[in-house]
Every structure is written in structure tokens, then in C-alpha cells.
């Protein structure tokens, strides 16, 4: 959508009228982040991760292209194409693939930000749950991938990631055992596993281009949200994105490549865990199998069910680990305070900040040997993550007083200060 | 189809009897059906592709393993492959036996007798998959001085599943027995796996 005063596509030259009339392919990128599109003018820092997260899927598209052309699909090759041809042989090669792996890590920091500024200021609230649901899908084809990816290089971490992830298929009552064979074309992980991991690897980075096509268009209809949680009252409110957030998002992206190149360049291998650099081995497991790091709260979620309660553990842990996602597809109903933003919710803001401390602990209990102090630490994590959502919040919501809202975007960004401006204006018209 | 030659007007219709227009739910018969075939047709096509995805001819091929277990003695165990996965032949001790038979069936997640899991006289071979039933790692045990965990069995680090004497689940998540392949002792000292 756009507000009334949304400026109009006006092609100048005869070129750009020509096209516009034939596929109006720059009217809609004028729309959609030009200054067709007009928003809030208050929005701090925390509203640049959307772009961020657009970029870093165009990092890793690109860049996984070219690395693909220098990968060998078998499980007797892939390793030594990864760590002999890429890292060493191929030109700029060693780039390329740290740039793809940090880049993973990257785009993952970009979209849980994206995430918890969603659920800080009540993003996924109407009008926009169809936002918020889209993200969901957004972030499980994201993690599907990033999970195929890193089997690729088929080291020791890869290998057996690719065991245990698929063994969770066997939980399911059954037919498990038949479907873990059936996605992995064998009884354990290899050639065909390899193969349709990378088919996959390649195809879903452009399903997630369409559906985050499908994000920005229901984005759209709305317009975005900003940190007060209130509505758009006027024009004065707002500012064309063009030029004034694709600045503010130039600066944003400028202070994420130094971050990423700062990885890539110094601790390329820092988020990434030695045991890969070891060949797959289907005869001995790592001591220790761990995700990589931004699985780690999911994977202690799995880890905390230890004992049969009428379902077997292995059953609870993995609907467990599925539903905790599963879980904020229902948040945009659980919530039912009429308030957006966390900044006037003081009851809600509490319960936010609890659950990323929260998050924190049960990456950290994910990340650690499965230890009985780590065992029960994620437990109570666990315990408390499905309790924020399915009984803290919704209690909040009913209970909680929130303060004063502002009257508009513009008095809350002013103050007093836009208030007298705006009378002076009026007593000068 | 009406013709100028029937002495009709284009623009006028004829109604012939059993026409949609005079009974209107004729025509969803047509529909329902033919797109019945087509759904029907769209799922079969899925049917090969699905197909594709279990394992290969070349995968079941490697169905069948030979063992020598001539020279495992009481007490040791090797690790073999069947399938590409890891299998653990072990050769129990008296003492491992009498451990396993001790412990009352019915206290068993997963309830065998070490006889249900070796073959008749020939309690003392243990030969099991070496894959964990949780979630697929492979536990220690079968190797030399390898932690056998609080049963004497196998232990699996990775999520805490430690096994008995006889290959059973005794405690942790996994929640089955390890997997007895199917195998027959050719001789006294070749096992066929498969």
C-alpha cells in the first residue's frame, strides 16, 4: 500500500517511459523502496536487519553459485574438493568458502535480531500477522538449508550432523524408521544423501527469495511498523524511503561488512568446530556432536527430554525441538494486548527480556557436553520457553497496564518541542 | 448444433431434453470426474518421483557382509560394517552372561532375553548394530579400554544412552534395544550378516 501521499512513479525519459509501459519493473521497485513508500519516521537501528538479512541472502546465493561450480557431489570427493580444490587450488576459492560459511552465521546473527526486534515491538500483531507467519516459514527454509549446507564438506561434523538430524525422522511412530531411510536413500548418510542434500542446498535459497518477495509485499499493504507500536496518523509522520532509509540502511549495511570481513579474514574458522576439518568416518562418532552455533538453543531443547512420559524421549525431545518454532506461528493469537510495542508494555517488557536470557542459556546448555547440570539447566529453559508463550504472555496481555501511548509518531519523536512548532505552523497558515 | 439450413436464427438456442440449462447438475458430473482423473493422474506422477528417493540398487546391494570372528576372544569385541554402518561383534564372558540373564525382563524398556538376541548355542556372540537407537551415533564400547558405560555394555556419550551386557537400552533417551540384524553362522567361526 501506500498512504494517500505516497509520491507517484513519474518516468522522465522516453526509455524508462517506454518500459514502464510495457513491464513496470522500476514503478515496483519505486514502490517498494523508493520514494513510493513512505514510513514511519522514527525508526531506530533495529529496523535495518530486514535489509541486512536481504543482503546476506544475496551474499550467500552469489557466492554459493561460484562455489558450486568447484564442488564434488560424492561422498569419496566432496571433502578433499572442499578442503584441497576449493581451499587451496582455486583462485580466491579460499574466499569464497569462508565468505559462504561466516556468511551463514551472519545472515542467522541478522535474522534472530530481526526476530526479537519482531517480538519486542509487537511487529507480529495486526495487521501484520501475515508477516509474522511468512517469516516463520522464512526462518524454517532457513534452517533447512543451513543444515544441508553444512553437510556438504562431508568432514566428521557434517557426517554425523546429517545422522542425528535424520534420526529424528525415526522418532516418528511407525513409519520412522522407513522414512530415515527414505531420505537418505540408504541406511546411513552417503552418496545419495550427499546428492539431494545438494540439490536441495541449491534450490531453497531461491524458495526463500520467493517467499521473502511474499514477506515485503504483505509488508507492504500495512506499511511498516516503528517503535512507538503507533499507527501512522499523517503525513508528517512518515518520510519517503528513498533517500532517507536507504541511507540510514547504507550506513547499517557499511557497519555489517566490517563486521564480516572481520570474521572472514581474521577468525574465519572461529564459529565453524574443528572436528570438520576430520573426514567423514561412519564407524566412529566425535566424542561430541554439535550443531553449529545458531542451532545450539534448539538443539538443548531436543537434548532436555531424558525420560519416557507416556511418549518415548526421543519422541518428546524431537516434537519438542520442532514445536518451539511451531509455537510462534500461534504468537500474533497468544498475544492479545491492544499495545505494540514493549516500550509502553512494562509487564511484557520484563517477560522479553527473561525469554532472550532465557534463549541465551539454553545456546549455551546446547553448545556444552550434555552434562546432568547441563541436563537440567535446559530443562528448566525449555521448560520456561514454552511457558513464555503459551502461559506468560497471554496472562500479561490480559493483566498488564501499559502506559500512556503518544498521540502520534511525530509527538513522541518532538515532543512538546513538535508540538509548538506544529502550532506555530498553524498560526502562521 | 443448430445451422442457418435448420431454418434457425444464430442468435436463437435450442434446448434439447437433458440440457444443462434445464438441469443444471448434469454438467458437475463431468466436472467432478474429470477432475477426479486428473487428481488422480497428478498423484501417480509423484509416485516415481518419491520412488527415486529410497535407496538404490547399488545401496541394497551391499546387503551382505562375511565375518571371521575366529579370532575374537571372551571378553573382546571388534567393529565391522554392514550396510556402512558400523556392526559390533562381541564375544561375552561367562560372567557378561550370567550379568544380562540377571536382570528381570520386565524392568526393560525395551523388553529381551539375551537368548531373543543370540543365536542357539551361541549366547557368547553379541553381534548388533553399532548405531544408537536415539539418534544414530555410534556408542563406545567395541573398541580397546573404550568406556562400556554404567552396564558394562555400550555407552553413547553424545546424549547419555548406556546399553547392558546384551545390547539392551538401560538407560537414557534411545528408546530401543540395539538392532540385531538378521545373520547365520555359516561355520563355527564365519558369521553371513544379512
Redesign the interface.
Known sequence: MSFPWARHYEPKTPLTQWIDSRLPLPRFVYNAVGAGYPVPRNLNYFWNFGVLAGLCLVIQIVTGIVLAMHFHTSAVGAFESVNGGIMRDVNAGWFLRFAHANGASMFLLVVYIHIFRGLYYGSYKAPREMIWLIGVVIFLLIMATAFMGYVLPWGQMSF?GA??I???F??IPVVGEWVR???L????P?D?ALN?FFSLHYLLPFVIAGAVILHIWALHIPGSGNPTGVEVKGEQDTVPFHPYYTAKDGFGVGVFLILFSTLIFFFPDYLGHPDNYIPAN????P???VPEWYFWPFYAIL?A??A?FIL????W?VVAMFGSIILLFFLPWLDKSPVRSANFRPGYRIAFWILVLDVLVLGYCGGS??TPGV?IASQLCAAYYFAHFLIVVPIISRLERPKPLPNSITEAVLGDHGGSRMTETALRA | MATLEDGVSPTQTIVPPGDPIENPRRRDYLKIAAVSVAGVGAGVVVLPLINSMNPSADVLALSTTELDVSAIEPGQAIKASFRKQPLFVRNLTPAEIAEADKVPVSSLRDPQTLEERTKEGKTNWLITLGVCTHLGCVPLGAGEGENRGPFGGYFCPCHGSAYDTAGRIRQGPAPKNLEVPNYAFTSDTVVVVG
Do not use: E
Open positions: 554425523w545422522q542425528v535424520t534420526g529424528f525415526s522418532a531411510v527414505w531420505l536413500g540408504g541406511y546411513a552417503d545419495a539431494r561412519p564407524l566412529s562418532t566424542a561430541h556432536i537434548r527430554f531424558t519416557d518415548p524421549a526421543k519422541l525431545g557436553a550434555a541436563v
